[in-house]
């Protein structure tokens, strides 16, 4: 069998690039938020930087030791801190949201596949009892039904799953 006019083929590669554009769009809106925190952190890394250069300049010995008793350098870290806290937050989130509406629109994607195979001629019902046959009672349309009611969040966790080791959340 064969796609004879090329249709799964493209609906396929759509999907990919439309796929890659909501990655890229969220990859953009991660370096966004992190620039803003890189942003709002400079002011006082600058402030640091100059203490210590008036320090040098002024032939103190300035030791690591020294920089990590400065009151700024202390607050610094807190800062830190927070703006990380804040951001780890907030790219978890976008990015639990994103793997949330991929795997819904996969879902949608692979129904959508599945109809213009099954449209074109391309699936081919079971027909040798016992392997590959329906299971007692239930036809195509039965199972398309089941399957399209089933829950999403299996799906949810098992991209979480494969993709590191376990859901991002």
Do not use: C, W
């Not at 809106?29 to 890189?38: H, L, M, P, S, T």
């Not at 907030?90 to 991929?102: D, G, K, P, R, T």
């Not at 629109?105 to 449209?119: N, V, W």
């Amino acid at each position: 069998m064969s796609d004879p006019d090329g249709s799964l083929y493209l609906q396929a590669q759509l999907y990919q690039r439309k796929l890659a554009a909501r990655d890229a769009a969220l990859a953009r809106r991660i370096v966004a938020r992190y620039a803003k925190a890189y942003q709002s952190l400079r002011g006082s890394f600058d402030a640091l930087a100059g203490e210590i250069a008036q320090n040098i300049a002024r032939n103190q010995v300035f030791t690591i030791d020294r920089v990590r008793r400065l009151e700024r350098y202390a607050l610094l870290l807190d800062q830190v801190d927070a703006q990380l806290r804040e951001f780890s937050r907030y790219a978890a989130m976008e990015i639990s949201s994103q793997q949330a509406a991929e795997v819904r629109e996969a879902l949608r994607r692979a129904a959508e596949l599945r109809a213009t195979a099954a449209g074109q001629g391309l699936l081919s019902a079971p027909d040798i009892e016992g392997r590959g046959a329906y299971p007692p009672g239930a036809d195509e349309r039965r199972i398309d039904e089941l399957f399209n009611r089933l829950n999403n969040e299996p799906y949810l966790h098992l991209v979480g799953t494969m993709a590191d080791g376990m859901p991002l959340y």
